[in-house]
């Protein structure tokens, strides 16, 4: 049976929960179209099966995925818990399990699956189009696949197997193993990138707090009047990262200076707002807010992974055939 995993870490959502005598504390709750609530780091952020992935003798499994990426949680704990504290020294290996897990925490999200799935639903079905369409692209086909079998392959073989497999890769348990076995590709080359930047943790007044959602991981780009740009790739030049540590705590990566730094109401207000807008579908936080609610209600998820941000490159994927 499939594992309930946790999209969100329950440990990463227990830095923004009430502390409690007995048991979990609870955090806020807010969705847009519906009333906040309150619930619990185990009861949050949590989805059965999103890490069941192909195994080689075709069975589906999760539990590998879900150690792994447990592995990645653990290591990072202590830095999670103290990075805040100004007493605290990054080291080469605390940085490395940061940002792993900060990356983690990227490609991990539901947003990030959903955008995987829409963009390879998109190509999938442009290339069993053009295979029906496009008879050059068949012969082609049939050649290459006459040489890497050793007889010969007509053009209606093509169709007929891109007839049965296209639809097959399409299904939701195909597309969600494809995700999943390439989240360890995509976590490191994240964490690469991370550990290029410098960091800095900004710290709020004691009137505010950050909050969090369940797509934590956003990107700023800042011009030279001041204004911010959301989405962009990690890589690109002057990108900052940014990701909520806690209420009191969030850490960018793409700032110099000092490697705290505390910041006023406005700058929580704009990072709040990012983290809001792009949602995908809860935000979190220690407190409840009237504030924070009105902004749920009126632009959650309104900035969208593929559409507003991360649309990259596009996929080529008839590379998967040629």
Known sequence: MPIRSHTTPRAYLQRFATPAKRGEGKLW????GKPRRQGTPKSEGAERGFLLAKLQNGTFDDRPAEEW?????????????????????????????????????????????RFHRATWEKHFAELQDKILSDATLRRQLARRYSFLSGRNVTEEEIVDVCGRVIPNLRTEAEMRSH????????????????????????????????????????????????????????????????????????????????????????????VNKVLVSSCSRFTYSKNTDDRIDALVQERAGSIRYGVDAFRGPEVEALQLLL
């Open 179 to 270: 995700y999943v076995q390439r989240l360890q590709h995509r976590t490191a080359m994240f964490s690469s990138l991370l550990l290029e930047k410098q960091w800095q943790i900004w710290v709020p007044p004691d009137t505010c707090e950050f909050v969090t959602c369940d797509s934590p991981v956003m990107t700023l780009r800042f011009d030279q009047w001041g204004r911010y740009y959301v989405g962009d790739g990690f890589g690109r030049d002057g990108v900052v990262v940014l990701l909520p540590l806690s209420p009191k705590a969030c850490l960018f990566g793409g700032l110099g200076g000092y490697p705290t730094r505390t910041v006023t109401d406005d700058d929580v207000w704009e």
């Open 29 to 32: 709750v807010y969705e847009r």
């Open 69 to 113: 990426a447990q592995q990645i949680e653990d290591r990072a704990l202590e830095t999670l818990i103290h990075a805040q504290n100004p007493c605290f020294v990054w080291t080469d290996n605390n940085r490395k399990r940061m940002a792993e897990y900060w990356a983690l925490l990227f490609v991990r999200a539901n947003a990030a699956f």
